[in-house]
């Protein structure tokens, strides 16, 4: 009861902090394909305030762990690693966004249905926590109207 009550006054206090420092715009979570457990969300985040602020971290509760990762081209391939930490100079917009810098939900047991709101949370180093809703989407099109192609049955037989 008392770590519920202290959470609460927590929440409060960061959300009051964070509505005069960010503004939030477009921000998603990408639907996972059946079996998947990590998903990413994307966002535009403008910080608002006259201050540097510095995303450290985050979390959310669909996800048992939540990392800030971008993506890198290495020796022909496409990486992506965790990033430390986001500094966002005061006026400026960062995105988040599919190939770049993007955030990444791990152990995600809940499924993610296409206009669900889920909320994620951005900590920072002196600016308070940002409490943001995002949205489920698929960025599939038009998968569920492929044909299903049945190989078994086009095979000639064995015998
Ligand atoms: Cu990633």
């Known amino acids: 009861m ?9 929440i409060i206090a960061g959300c009051a902090a964070a ?18 457990k990590v998903t990413a969300a994307f966002l ?8 540097l602020c510095t995303i450290t971290g985050g979390s959310s509760d669909i996800a ?8 890198q081209h290495s020796g022909g391939m496409m990486r992506m690693r965790p990033v430390a930490a986001v500094p966002v100079a005061a006026g400026e917009t960062v995105y988040f966004q599919p190939g770049k810098l993007h ?11 296409p206009g669900d709101v889920h909320e994620i ?19 599939l099109k038009n998968t569920e109207s492929m044909p ?12």
């Open 19 to 36: 509505t005069e420092t960010f503004r939030t715009e477009n921000s998603y979570i990408r639907t996972m394909p059946p079996g998947q």
């Open 44 to 51: 535009q985040l403008t910080n608002i305030s006259d201050r």
């Open 121 to 139: 949370r951005l900590t920072t180093d002196n600016c308070g926590v940002l409490i943001f809703s995002a949205e489920v989407r698929s960025l």
């Open 2 to 10: 008392k770590n519920v009550l202290l959470c609460s006054l927590l």
């Open 103 to 113: 955030l990444m939900l791990f152990g995600v047991e809940a499924v993610l249905r």
């Open 64 to 71: 048992s762990e939540l990392q800030i990762h971008e993506h």
């Open 148 to 159: 299903v192609m049945n190989h078994h049955s086009a095979e000639p037989s064995a015998k």
